[in-house]
């Protein structure tokens, strides 16, 4: 870590603010490591260097006039290509919304830049947010930092490749299905996914508006959690946000908590370096923490088909008009998952609605009256190759994509949050995530668990296999 | 086979264009996969989910916000 390049946001912000390095140094040291990473990387969908510049400028002056800053004042940040600001593009990562330039700011963003935060570009993503893996039709996929043959994880795909890259010390992604985690898992970042109403989602591209949540990919959970910090909260804009407490400072005191470990499904068949990733992750946990014991959790018996269900069905509501007349300008794979929609009756839609409550009572009532955070690992298995997932080449495609969501779509679909962080390297150097799960509204819980285990488990850097 | 006529009528009358291929293939795997998980569904047996609404999820996740 530099100057230019700080450990952490509330370090970068100090620097500014202390005057050891200027905003418009810092962003354009961002944007130099934005297009030398490029390349290796394609995290980019555009950098917008002069725009960023100005901004820079800006908070420098602002600071010399004695103007009051935010707590990310004239920090460099990059965000997923899906958050509305007027007069830039939000394309979404598709050819469909390539050109569109928004009209008013999202929500988020409006409060990253009331906070003080400079854009330095679009950040690549799976098209409109749909693909556990990040392939892009159109943009091509964003390349894993630690591995340019492993997928990054999608959606937010390029949120993990910038942070995980060093690019940018964070970035907003979006979670529906995994979005936030799986990046955060591949890419070996810390990722939140809010309480389902925690975060607005004005100005925000829809994919599934019953779940879809906006939220920070970070180097280190303090900095995501900060991220979170600025953007939760009630807004006029968007009627579903629910006004709740705002999220509250972590704690380094879990003498109190009661965490419970999730068995069944998300502990048959794990990949050897995931099991022991648990593991390490449980033996350091339990003399921090009040008790660990196996969790309760309800019958989770076809939850990743509910939740697709849900998610699909809003999807296709979203883009039934393109579907209609302009189905060839969606990538192949994107316009095969739109498609069924159309396969969804109206009665399966509500049913999986239904269930949900049913399957969130019996959470709430059973799970959570015996333990306060779960843990579970992000994903079965280490971060696959790209090519096993690559489409109309891979025989195991399917089963691939099936399975790297099986872990983190029964919390999506429950609408509860979820940190995600490494817990463990594997031999080969790869990255083996841990999510941490709560109950609604209680991202501090999870966020404080999820930050005395980092502090606990020192992980060597994860640096560029291809490099070697 | 009568399921993909089913599903090419679908989109025949709601797109009002002709289903591609891999259209179809995922609509008919789509509701081979539900019609076996979701229409099943143990927690709906008995008329369980009669009188629950999907606006009791939003309720539950409201009640959790005053706790």
């Known amino acids: 870590m530099s100057l230019d390049n700080p450990a952490s946001l509330s370090d970068a912000a100090n620097a500014i603010r202390r005057g050891d ?37 800006a908070a420098d002056k602002a600071l010399a006039d004695g103007r009051e800053t935010g707590s990310l004042h004239g920090v460099p940040l990059a965000h997923k290509d899906m958050y509305d600001r007027r007069g830039f593009i939000t394309g979404c990562g598709s050819k469909i919304r390539a050109g569109y330039v928004a009209s008013d700011t999202s929500t988020v963003m409006a409060r990253l830049q009331a906070a003080g935060a400079i854009t330095i570009g679009r950040l690549n993503m799976s098209e409109f947010a749909m693909g556990p893996t990040g392939h892009n039709f159109h ?9 340019p043959a492993l997928v990054t994880g999608g959606s937010s795909s390029g949120s993990g490749a910038a942070v995980g890259g060093g690019v940018v010390m964070a970035a907003l992604g979006s979670d529906t299905g995994g979005s936030i985690r799986l990046p955060a898992a591949c890419c070996g970042v810390v990722g939140i996914k809010p309480t389902q109403g925690r975060v607005s989602r004005h ?20 900095d995501a959690y900060l991220l979170l910090q600025q953007i939760a909260g009630a807004d006029g804009l968007d009627p579903t946000c629910v006004s709740v407490i705002p999220p509250q400072g972590l704690t380094s005191d879990l003498s109190a908590i009661r965490v419970g470990i999730a068995g069944g499904v998300f502990a048959d068949g794990l990949d050897g370096d995931v099991a022991k990733g648990m593991e390490l992750a449980i033996e350091t946990l339990s003399p921090l923490v009040g008790t660990v014991t196996s969790a309760t959790l309800p019958d989770l018996t076809a939850i990743a088909e509910l939740a697709n269900v849900v998610a699909m069905a809003e999807a296709g509501a979203a883009h039934f008009d393109w579907l209609r007349e302009r189905p060839e300008d969606y990538g192949p794979q994107i316009r095969m998952r739109l498609s069924q929609s159309l396969a969804m009756p109206a009665p399966i839609y509500l049913r999986a609605l239904q269930i949900r409550a049913v399957m969130l009572k019996a959470c709430l009532d059973t799970t959570f009256a015996q333990a306060d955070v779960l843990i579970a690992p992000a994903m079965p298995f280490l971060p696959p190759l790209s090519a096993d997932v690559d489409i109309g080449t891979s025989p195991r495609m399917n089963a691939v994509i099936s399975a790297m969501t099986s872990f983190t779509r029964p919390f999506s679909y429950l609408g509860l949050p979820v940190v995600t962080l490494p817990v463990a390297q594997s031999q080969g150097g790869l990255p083996v995530a841990l999510q941490i799960i709560a109950r609604p509204w209680r991202e501090d819980l999870a966020a404080s668990v999820a930050q005395s285990l980092e502090r606990a488990i020192t992980l060597p850097a994860f640096v560029d296999r291809s490099a070697a | ?48 989910l009669f009188t629950v609404e999907p606006a ?8 959790e916000a005053k706790r």
Request: hydrophobic share 45%; glycine share 6%; net charge negative.
């Open chain 2, 1 to 48: 086979m009568e399921i993909e006529k089913v599903m090419a009528a679908l989109a025949e009358s709601y797109w009002g264009r002709h289903a591609s291929e891999p259209e179809l293939l995922a609509m008919t795997g789509e509701l081979r996969r539900d019609s076996a998980s979701i229409a099943p569904s143990a927690l709906g047996r008995g008329g369980a």
């Open chain 1, 203 to 222: 100005g925000v591209m829809p994919l599934s508006f019953s779940q879809d949540c906006v939220g920070p990919v970070a180097r280190r959970v303090a």
């Open chain 1, 21 to 57: 390095i200027s905003s418009v140094e810092m962003t354009k040291a961002a944007l130099a490591r934005a297009k030398a990473s490029q390349e290796r990387l394609n995290a980019f969908i555009e950098i917008e260097e002069r725009p960023a510049l100005e901004a820079a400028e």
């Open chain 1, 139 to 147: 943009h091509g996929r964003a390349l894993n930092p630690i591995d």
């Open chain 2, 56 to 63: 009791h999820y939003d309720a539950l996740m409201q009640a």
